[in-house]
């Protein structure tokens, strides 16, 4: 399975972006999917995760009230649609899948596939 991120780009503070992580080449049904992000100089960190179900989200503190994350099983991709965007929230956004628990499922360990990365920029 490979996944595919796209969707980042160039946006003013305030503005709004949705990235898109679609698996191809199989599926990833059965798996928890992430947003993590890295910033220059920073290590990787977590955004966002959606079981399988899609009945549970999780969000990093820091993007709690204005990221959104959804998938859609049935064309195995996932979304963050990303609102009230940041300076800091700059960073290049890797998507992930793997067999999360619920005590790991906001951690870089608990993937085993990912995506090549697609980079926000938020101006100030």
């Known amino acids: 399975v490979q996944l595919q991120a796209s969707g980042g780009g160039l946006v003013q503070a305030g503005g709004s972006l949705r990235l898109s992580c679609a698996a191809s080449?199989?599926?990833?049904?059965?798996?928890?999917m992430g947003w993590f992000r890295q910033a220059p100089g920073k290590e990787r960190e977590f955004v966002a995760a959606i079981e399988w179900s899609g009945g549970s989200t999780y969000y990093a503190d820091s993007v709690k009230g204005r990221f959104t994350m959804s998938r859609d099983n049935a064309k195995d991709t996932v979304y963050l649609q990303m609102k009230s965007l940041k300076p800091e929230d700059t960073a290049v956004y890797y998507c992930?899948?793997?067999?999360?628990?619920?005590?790991?499922?906001?951690?870089?360990?608990?993937?085993?596939?990912w995506g090549q990365g697609t980079l926000v920029t938020v101006s100030s």
């Open positions: 992930a899948a793997g067999r999360a628990i619920l005590s790991t499922i906001r951690t870089v360990g608990a993937y085993t596939i």
């Open positions: 080449g199989g599926t990833v049904r059965g798996y928890s």
